[in-house]
């Protein structure tokens, strides 16, 4: 249980962080857009080594959710923040 709330909990804070990278490049917003891609590779680090140490297809499957989940959870997060604060 431990290692799915790993995985969600990055996955959640992915999704959020590549949204505002997105939203940052549109709006042209230089320092914005480098500090999201400066820090964008060490989101995933949290949850690298579950994916390099499954053995089967059953776990590969479960982490596919268990990110599934995550990205999909921090997408609805970011529309529902960001449609509160526009």
Not at 61 to 67: N, R, S, T, V
Request: glycine residues 6%; hydrophobic residues 50%; neutral net charge.
């Amino acid at each position: 249980m431990k290692k799915a709330a790993i995985i969600f909990t990055s996955a959640f804070i992915i999704e959020i962080s590549s949204t505002f990278y997105i939203k940052y490049v549109s709006d042209q917003n230089f320092i914005g857009m480098i500090f999201f891609a400066c820090i964008g590779p060490f989101l995933g680090l949290p949850f690298l080594n579950y994916v390099i140490e499954s053995e089967d297809f059953k776990e590969r499957l479960q982490m596919a959710f268990y990110l599934s989940i995550g990205y999909v959870s921090g997408s609805i997060f970011v529309f529902y923040v960001l449609n509160k604060l526009l």
